[in-house]
């Protein structure tokens, strides 16, 4: 079947513009999280939806980042006014719950920002 | 959410064991310890998850000891394929909503 979806697979934008990314998690699962890893770094949890909310957003590094789900299913996660240190690969992840259980992780998208 | 130490890398050849230990001396009763494997340029993949003592599947195992203080994935008989990063993480409990804390990780070079 099909895995989690990620796009754009790339991005390159300039400072201060917005981006949105895009994750298409795997049907039915209710669990979605959205991670970024920089350049030779380990992953970097930023949030995580059980449905349609957010119980923690923890991880967002400030308060440029936002993301939303919607229908239980769809998640953006959008940048705002980006900075150069924002230029890392955004993972998707999706799971039947949240809980101790397997992550699938899409594709991610590689955000250059110049 | 319990801080994981493992090496940095490794090096083995084709065909043999390979044994890699994490250390999680904070690890709290509700964490399980998972391990994930990443290739360049993708996501990170499942390839096993424990509580305690020993856990198999067709991939790996998982040794846990009776503190839960570290664990070993062990992987049997590697080939050049297996040459990715492994993560140790820590965590995934309902009260944190099994978000992942992911570690530097151990790239693995399998060499022929």
């Known amino acids: 079947g099909a895995g989690v979806s990620q796009s754009p697979s790339n991005k390159v934008t300039e400072k201060g513009k917005d981006v949105e990314l895009r994750c298409d998690p795997i049907?039915?699962?209710?669990?979605l999280y959205w991670y970024r890893q920089s350049l030779g770094q380990g992953l970097e949890f930023l949030i995580y939806?059980?449905?349609?909310?957010?119980?923690?957003k923890s991880g967002l590094p400030s308060d440029r980042f936002s993301a939303e789900r919607t229908g239980g299913s769809v998640s953006t996660l959008t940048i705002q006014r980006t900075q150069q240190e924002d230029s890392a690969v955004y993972l998707c992840?999706?799971?039947?719950?949240?809980?101790?259980?397997?992550?699938?992780f899409g594709p991610g998208t590689r955000l250059t920002v110049l | 959410l319990a801080k994981t130490t493992q090496p940095i890398s490794m090096d083995s050849y084709e065909g043999q064991e390979v044994n890699i230990t994490c250390s999680h001396n904070?690890?709290?009763?509700?964490?399980?310890i998972t391990w994930y494997q990443q290739f360049p340029s993708q996501g990170p993949r499942f390839i096993i998850q424990g509580y305690k003592t020993k856990v198999t599947n067709e991939v790996a195992s998982l040794f846990i000891p009776a503190d839960r203080k570290s664990s070993t994935l062990s992987l049997p008989r590697v080939s050049l394929s297996d040459t990715a990063v492994y993560y140790c993480?820590?965590?995934?409990?309902?009260?944190?909503?099994?978000?992942?804390?992911f570690g530097q990780g151990t790239e693995l070079s399998v060499k022929p």
């Open positions: 904070n690890i709290a009763t509700n964490d399980y």
């Open positions: 049907s039915g699962h209710t669990a």
């Open positions: 993480l820590v965590g995934g409990d309902y009260n944190q909503g099994g978000k992942l804390i």
């Open positions: 939806f059980q449905g349609n909310s957010a119980p923690d």
């Open positions: 992840a999706s799971s039947f719950f949240s809980g101790p259980n397997e992550q699938f």
